[in-house]
């Protein structure tokens, strides 16, 4: 099975926690090889750590940088980490880097040698104190500037993908980056609230949709009012510090100020943030100058490895690529 490597599920109201559905992601994924590790201090001293892969050619490049979702594994376990990783000589040339998440844990293999996430899994202690989006907003913005001080071979432009979590990133790295080219983003939903969201996914059974819906709000307020790394809500790597940099952001907000063209990918069954927020994301995104494309995938569940087929998934990233590679941006505005 393609792992949903986005948003954990909601044990107790929407099934069984994710933890337990991470198994048999190829060990080739976890196997990705990067040309160059890099260490960035942040501010406080604490290293980031940057992987890069660049292409053979010897001109400048622009700079993709992927980003993916939450769960509190290493980003290069990411398939679509490996699958870019085949694809940088391609005839739109360019480098890639993937800034790590903090604290990573190495999940253990099964007997079959693929990846295999149980329910004793365990996120860090250095991931449960750092991980929140406006931290990891931060971290993408401090990695850019250290390669665009000593990274020669980059031409200043930038690419972004992000996925899930990693697209809510992506949203605001690209918003925040000037010389950013193009973005894409996955699973993103972007035009309702977290918050909105959630009642819409949690308190979806009609029999008790008011009751469900003050009792999630109340817990949501708890989560607003004490935004702690140490209490945890709906998974163990979505602690309080980590939902209240989520609950109330509406990526609309900034998207709709972009220079660059966005692209917008969501699975028409994505059971982790409803398609409804992407199609509001849409209609929000209309009028605002930005060169904007909407993707709704029928059938597709959260990620692009969810589409029907294999090899349906395999056309999706091609396209994601070609379309990232293929524009011209407005960096220079």
Not at 136 to 143: C, F, G, K, N, S
Not at 305 to 322: D, K, N
Request: glycine share 8%; net charge negative; hydrophobic share 45%.
């Amino acid at each position: 099975m393609k792992p949903n490597t986005g948003m954990p599920a909601f044990p107790g109201r929407m099934g069984a926690l994710l933890l337990s559905l991470f198994v048999g992601l190829p060990a080739a994924a976890a196997n990705a090889v990067f040309q160059d590790l890099l260490t960035v201090p942040r501010v406080d001293g604490s290293l980031l750590v940057v992987h890069v892969q660049r292409p053979s050619t010897t001109g400048k490049v622009p700079l993709l940088v992927y980003i993916d979702g939450s769960l509190c594994i290493p980003s290069t376990y990411n398939e679509s980490v490996a699958w870019l990783l085949e694809k940088s000589d391609g005839a739109h040339p360019f480098a890639l880097a993937v800034i790590e998440k903090p604290g990573p844990t190495i999940p253990a293999l099964n007997a079959e040698g693929n990846i295999e996430i149980g329910p004793d899994f365990q996120c860090s202690a250095e991931f449960r104190q750092r991980y929140s989006i406006d931290q990891r907003v931060i971290d993408h913005l401090r990695a850019l500037q250290h390669l665009n001080r000593h990274a020669s071979w980059w031409n200043g432009e930038l690419l972004v993908w992000g996925f899930s979590d990693g697209a809510r990133i992506g949203a605001q790295l690209a918003a925040y980056y000037p010389q950013t080219k193009a973005v894409a983003l996955v699973g993103v939903g972007g035009g309702m609230r977290m918050a909105d969201s959630m009642e819409a996914m949690v308190c979806s059974a009609p029999a008790d949709t008011a009751a469900c819906r003050e009792s999630l709000r109340k817990e949501m307020d708890e989560i607003r009012a004490a935004p702690v790394p140490t209490r945890d809500w709906m998974g163990e790597s979505n602690t309080y510090a980590t939902w209240a940099s989520r609950l109330d952001a509406v990526e609309a907000n900034v998207l709709r100020d972009l220079k660059a063209p966005l692209l917008v990918v969501h699975g028409e069954h994505d059971g982790s943030v409803p398609v409804a927020s992407a199609r509001k994301l849409a209609e929000l995104m209309q009028g605002s100058g930005v060169v904007f494309r909407y993707r709704e995938i029928p059938g597709m569940r959260h990620s692009l490895w969810g589409a029907a087929t294999p090899q349906a998934s395999e056309a999706l990233h091609q396209e994601v690529l070609e379309w990232l590679t293929a524009q011209e941006g407005d960096s220079e505005r």
